[in-house]
């Protein structure tokens, strides 16, 4: 060995001895790593890639432990991103959306904040149910499979969440906080029962979830065309929080246009629901409706009320349906027999149905008034409805309140909002909303689901499960069939039980939450996860929230979140917490998208094997024929889904968080090519900042004591250029992750100090404390996004004695370091740069520019073509093109010969 490090030189002999060794490792012989040897592998093949993950993984896991424990006096950073549902197996798009969250937390940490980034699982759902009907296995036994292997999956991937803080809302201890609520919500008058439509099948006799329904509006199981039945539903009046919602956003720094999309989704919020009693004939029906109004500072100017044909009352289960349809005429404006009361007002108006088949938005029952419509105007003239003058303009062009009770007098504005008012007090109605936004429907007929914690009682009615009850647990169903009722529907042994107020026989509620329940609030939970007497301390929820950072698809951009900001905002006015919003910042990532084949005239999708490529376009391999290729979401059905644990396996973890973080902004799609696109890149990068570590041991282990002051004038000027760059880099990498979350740049920056450190002189890299000390920034940057890689090469770097860079902590591992900061000298810099002028590569002079401009490419060449080096060497001259190189001020003229 002795001799072998003789054939290689002095600097291989001295850097052994100097790092305790015995020998260095040889090309051909078995690699291995620094970590384990105290000897550096000069490449970074794939072999010593493997070895240098499988080291750094658990020790990596094991600093975030240590790490993750409570400490308050270092500020928050609570780093989210939406749960999986555990289906069984990791796809791309969770890889990229955790990927994306873990490189943030690590930044998060090294900038000395205490971060809380959880992970847990979107347990409930159809699809537990639909493994029961298909292959017989138990939904809860399945879907504790499937979260074993995922959890493995994640920690392959090298993903450092808080497990300590693991939530599964199918499990009692989380999912009797959700009934919990559920019941806060129902004390309130925020959670309430009536008929809706569902899909039903006729032959299995069940209700489908829309996704059970194919595009044909067939079953998916039966084939049977399905109906629209009307059944009692649960329903949570989000509309009570809609201008609330729609308000807050306004303070909200920008979501990538999902502001926008949450502001479409509310509407505007101009008008209201007044709550009315029915009655027949002088008789209470025991039926209470909700009708909107555009204009409710006018409700005691209304003159009827007015419902769809396609309304629950005509079609449903309602007591007045007889007397509704036989004073129906199809297309007509109809007055019939039913009387609403107003609750706020008392005044008592007709029901009409209306002879159009579509309102405004979604509405289904309006308050006629004519006073500020010409087409309830028009109604109430064709029905021989008495109208009633509300509104009176004044000489100004003001308008106030006349015949309107105790509003009588004020102007419009202040009515409406005294009306309103009155509405909200008396629990009648008030709340502003929009025509395009409904109620939330969260029952589901199924038994894969939270109990919805009710019971009905004969004498008593409809009560919430005691606080102390809780939870209702879900029964161990028997055989799953898909057919008939849902499991708990027909398990008396489990619906039969004794009304918690009169202690008589009673009825559970059989339906379950929408699973969109559960996620409305596990965000809370997080934050103390194991809390058996609440759902959350709100110390720690008020300590921990709002999140910092929430990370998710785009598909989750509207209705997830509207629903996350509703219970968060009722949480608040329940006093279980301080803020309001739930959500700071919001990223919002794409799609990775795989290339798929299908053929044209079936429309048939074919798996890779099918194919030729061996011409210039793929063809069918059977039949040669053409084939239709697009790029879309990766599924199985398509054939075009990428494995995970395969393509780690082939290029490796850092490799592939690498390739999510380059290929494209976050919230852009991926188009998965591994052959056109940025994996090359990636591995080639990686490849280079190994070199440069190994030139920079090289150097420094010559046996030559580093000493800056040898530096030559031109070489400090080359060291000036590198701590130009490093501070530029450091600027603009630390900007992207705080700020526009553009990794794919900050990876371009790293690159480009990359380049500019591999074309230091050999004399820079060994005396310069500026080239060590952006060597050293550039693994600390790398760190969050490539930690494995980037631990190896710390752990290089920091061995290699005579060091001129003190800032660091040498004896900590690379994410353990503190992020740095950008050198005061750097923010302090002349007002002016000197800018090297090239023509056709050849150096002729400088021009100052001013610092503002000296990154602007259109501004540095006019400056410089101003400027009398301009006027000597080109004037006159016919110029193709003029490069702008910002990072090493230097402009470079291509002019014709």
């Not at 105290?38 to 975030?64: C, H, L, M, N």
């Not at 002051?709 to 630390?734: F, G, H, M, R």
Request: proline share 5%; hydrophobic share 35%; charged share 25%.
């Amino acid at each position: 060995m002795q001799q072998a490090l003789q054939r290689l030189g002095p600097c291989s002999l001295c850097w052994g001895k100097q790092w305790g060794v015995s020998g260095a490792i040889l090309r051909g012989q078995r690699r291995t790593i620094y970590s384990e040897t105290g000897v550096w592998e000069r490449d970074y093949k794939a072999e010593t890639r493997s070895k240098v993950e499988t080291w750094w993984r658990p020790r990596i896991k094991e600093q975030w432990c240590k790490a993750s424990e409570t400490d308050k006096s270092r500020p928050k950073f609570y780093m989210l991103s939406m749960f999986p549902y555990p289906s069984g197996k990791l796809h791309m798009g969770h890889v990229r959306v955790y990927t994306i969250s873990d490189t943030i937390a690590h930044f998060q940490r090294m900038r000395g904040n205490q971060v809380l980034n959880p992970m847990g699982w979107d347990a409930f759902g159809l699809p537990a149910e639909n493994a029961a009907i298909e292959r017989g296995l138990d939904p809860e036994e399945w879907t504790k499979s499937n979260i074993a292997h995922m959890r493995e999956q994640l920690n392959s991937l090298g993903l450092c969440f808080n497990w300590d803080r693991e939530i599964t809302t199918c499990q009692p201890d989380y999912y009797k906080w959700t009934q919990y609520l559920f019941v806060k919500l129902f004390e309130a008058g925020l959670a309430y029962q009536k008929e809706a439509l569902v899909n039903w099948d006729p032959v299995d006799q069940t209700v489908l979830a829309d996704e059970q329904v194919d595009e044909n509006g067939c079953s998916w199981r039966s084939g049977a065309k399905v109906e629209q039945k009307y059944l009692k539903q649960w329903f949570i009046k989000t509309t009570h929080y809609a201008k609330p919602l729609l308000d807050a956003l306004a303070d909200l720094p920008e979501w990538y246009g999902v502001k926008g999309m949450q502001a479409n989704w509310i509407g505007e919020c101009t008008g209201c629901f007044f709550d009315f009693h029915l009655k027949v004939n002088g008789k209470v029906a025991g039926e209470k409706l909700s009708a909107y109004t555009f204009t409710p500072e006018a409700v005691y100017g209304a003159t009827h009320l007015s419902i769809l044909p396609s309304h629950r009352l005509l079609h449903g289960n309602s007591p007045l349906k007889e007397t509704l349809q036989k004073d129906f005429i199809a297309g007509k404006d109809c007055l019939t027999s039913v009387i609403a009361v107003n609750l706020l007002t008392g005044l008592e108006i007709p029901v009409t149905i209306s002879a159009k088949l579509k309102l405004e938005g979604h509405l289904d029952t309006t308050i006629g008034i004519p006073d500020t419509s010409p087409d309830d105007s028009a109604v109430a003239r064709s029905l021989g409805l008495a109208c009633l003058q509300v509104l009176e303009t004044l000489p100004d062009g003001t308008e106030k309140l006349v015949h309107s009770g105790e509003f009588t007098g004020l102007d419009r504005r202040a009515a409406f909002n005294a009306i309103t008012q009155k509405a909200r007090e008396k629990s009648v109605g008030g709340y502003l909303t929009s025509s395009k936004l409904r109620d939330w429907l969260v029952s589901r007929q199924r038994y894969w689901g939270t109990p919805i914690p009710i019971t009905h009682c004969q004498s008593c009615g409809t009560l919430p499960v005691p606080t102390e009850d809780l939870p209702v647990l879900l029964p161990k169903a028997g055989s799953f069939t898909g057919k008939g009722a849902s499991p708990l529907a027909v398990a008396s042994h489990w619906f039969t039980c004794t009304c918690p107020q009169c202690r008589g026989p009673a009825r559970r509620e059989t339906d379950t939450m929408d699973t969109f329940v559960d996620s409305a609030w596990y965000y809370f939970r997080y934050t103390d996860p194991h809390n058996a007497q609440r759902p959350f301390d709100r110390v720690l929820a008020d300590h921990w929230m709002p999140v910092d950072l929430y990370i998710g698809g785009k598909e989750h951009a509207v209705m997830h979140l509207y629903y996350a900001r509703f219970f968060s905002h009722f949480c608040k006015d329940q006093n279980l917490v301080k803020h309001g919003e739930p959500f700071h910042k919001l990223l919002v990532q794409g799609l990775i998208k795989g290339q798929t084949f299908r053929l044209a005239e079936s429309g048939q999708f074919l798996k890779r094997e099918e194919i030729d490529f061996s011409g210039a376009e793929p063809v069918h391999a059977d039949s040669k024929k053409a084939l239709q290729m697009t790029w879309e979401k990766m599924s199985k059905s398509k054939h075009n889904g990428i494995d995970p644990e395969e393509v780690v396996k082939q290029y490796g973890i850092d490799t592939v968080r690498l390739y999510i973080l380059y290929a494209a902004p976050p919230e852009q799609d991926i188009l998965w090519d591994v052959k056109t696109d940025a994996i090359p890149g990636v591995l080639r990068w990686q490849s280079r900042l190994w070199t440069l570590m190994t030139k920079f041991i090289d150097a420094r282990n010559s046996g030559i004591l580093p000493s800056p002051d040898l530096l030559s004038k031109k070489e400090k000027t080359e060291a000036k250029k590198i701590w130009d760059n490093k501070n530029y880099a450091l600027s603009q990498v630390t900007n992207h992750f705080t700020e526009d979350f553009l990794l794919n740049a900050a990876i371009s920056r790293l690159m480009g100090l990359t380049n500019t450190l591999s074309q230091a002189s050999q004399r820079v890299v060994l005396h310069s404390p500026e080239f060590e000390e952006a060597l050293a920034t550039l693994c600390v940057m790398a760190a969050p996004m490539a930690p494995h890689l980037a631990s190896e090469l710390w752990r290089g770097l920091s061995q290699v004695q005579n060091k001129l860079a003190s800032r660091w902590q040498w004896d900590c591992d690379v994410l353990l370091q503190p992020w740095p900061s950008v050198d005061p000298e750097y923010l302090q810099q002349p007002d002016t740069v000197e800018v090297t002028v090239r023509i056709n590569n050849k150096a002729c002079g400088s021009v100052s520019v001013p610092q503002q401009v000296a990154r602007n490419a259109e501004e540095v060449r006019e400056l410089v073509l101003r400027s009398e080096l301009g006027t000597t060497h080109l004037h006159n001259r016919t110029i193709r093109k003029a490069i702008l190189s910002p990072r090493t001020a230097l402009i470079n003229f291509l002019v014709e010969e």
